[in-house]
């Protein structure tokens, strides 16, 4: 079993920052990648960036390249996302998962995700 516990959400004006904290705990040798994923009241939830934890391959959802940055800190078994100019179409609530899948050739935004965190709320003003 793994535990994800984000924190680091809140409220800035466009153009500002914020930087999201996952904590894992647990099994956490069990997982292949670990993905941030958002979602707004009525829209779809969709992934914003992923880390495979051994090769070190990252992606992002186009929309975020170039101003979001996804990190571990593997001592800690923590994932960061560091948000730079962010844009009010940003807000949602954020959430941390992690999946046991590994794939060699596929983005880790397409695997499925075996652990969910409770989400952060993040709030973006124009």
């Known amino acids: 079993q793994v535990q994800l516990v984000e924190s680091g959400g809140g409220s800035v004006q466009a153009g500002g920052s914020l930087r999201l904290s996952c904590a894992a705990s647990?099994?956490?040798?069990?997982?292949?990648?670990m993905v941030w994923f958002r979602q707004a009241p009525g829209k779809e939830r969709e992934g914003v960036a992923c880390?495979?934890?051994?090769?070190?391959?990252?992606y992002y959802t186009d929309s975020v390249k170039g101003r979001f940055t996804i990190s571990r800190d593997n001592a800690k078994n923590t994932l960061f996302l560091q948000m730079n100019s962010l844009k009010p179409e940003d807000s949602a609530t954020y959430y941390c998962a992690a999946s046991t899948t590994y794939s060699p050739y596929q983005s880790c935004l397409n695997t499925g995700m075996n652990y969910w965190g409770k989400g952060s709320p993040v709030t973006i003003s124009s």
């Open positions: 880390i495979y934890i051994f090769d070190g391959r990252i």
């Open positions: 647990g099994n956490t040798y069990s997982i292949n990648s």
